[in-house]
């Protein structure tokens, strides 16, 4: 298997665009994760799935932004409009079960809005 | 929101010297601990994890020391290595739960040459 893959791996955008960041998790996985991570903030999680259903979404900063799970091997994070503290690595990560006994992540997005 | 409280927050260590990162718990459900490491670039990676039952695992150079009572454990990596300069988070949580885990705000280790 190739691993969580996430795409693209850097986005540079201005503010106010629309961002939409990608993820293919690991075939057989039913938990996806979404995650943030800054200097200030550490890791984050914003968002949840389990069966492609969103399970927990009490991360999501603000209605700016929005995620999706349309099957079981894609998923998206969309942020718009984006804003300068937006700025962060974004990381898709799946297990088999909810709590582990690990989560695979993928390597990242590296986002920086202007 | 039950957290884990790890530190130091930064640490560097001589090439083969001993460095130990630190983490405390508050719930006493918890009853599974990993620990991810995370190179520049990449994402975190399960690296090793402990069960409550044993109050030491080791995996090739890394061991980690887990005391119930106190409600800590920490991680030691023994003849340290440039090659393990990376970032190291903590997590506790409670195994067949549907709860979501929380991660330590890491330690970010440089072994110098």
């Known amino acids: 298997d190739a691993g969580v893959i996430q795409s693209p791996r850097h986005e540079v955008t201005e503010m106010g665009q629309e961002v939409t960041l990608r993820c293919k998790p690991i075939s057989g996985h039913d938990y996806l994760f979404w995650y943030r991570q800054t200097m200030m903030r550490g890791l984050e999680l914003l968002i949840y799935?389990?069966?492609?259903?969103?399970?927990?979404d009490s991360g999501m900063p603000e209605d700016r932004f929005s995620a999706k799970m349309p099957n079981a091997s894609f998923s998206t994070l969309k942020i718009q409009p984006s804003e300068p503290r937006d700025s962060a690595v974004y990381f898709c990560?799946?297990?088999?079960?909810?709590?582990?006994?690990?989560?695979?992540f993928g390597s990242g997005t590296r986002l920086t809005v202007v | 929101q039950q957290q884990v409280k790890q530190s130091p927050q930064s640490l560097i260590v001589q090439k083969g010297g001993i460095p130990i990162i630190n983490c405390a718990y508050e719930?006493?459900?918890?009853?599974?601990f990993p620990w991810y490491q995370q190179f520049p670039g990449k994402g975190p990676a399960l690296l090793i994890a402990i069960r409550p039952d044993v109050s030491e695992k080791k995996e090739g150079r890394f061991t980690i020391s887990f005391n119930k009572s106190a409600k800590q454990f920490s991680l030691h990596i023994m003849d340290s290595q440039p090659g393990d300069s990376a970032t190291y988070f903590c997590?506790?949580?409670?195994?067949?739960?549907?709860?979501?885990?929380?991660f330590g705000k890491g330690t970010r280790l440089h072994i110098l040459p």
């Open positions: 719930n006493t459900a918890f009853d599974y």
């Open positions: 997590v506790s949580r409670e195994m067949n739960r549907d709860d979501k885990i929380i």
């Open positions: 799935f389990n069966n492609n259903v969103p399970i927990d």
């Open positions: 990560a799946s297990s088999l079960l909810q709590g582990g006994p690990g989560y695979t």
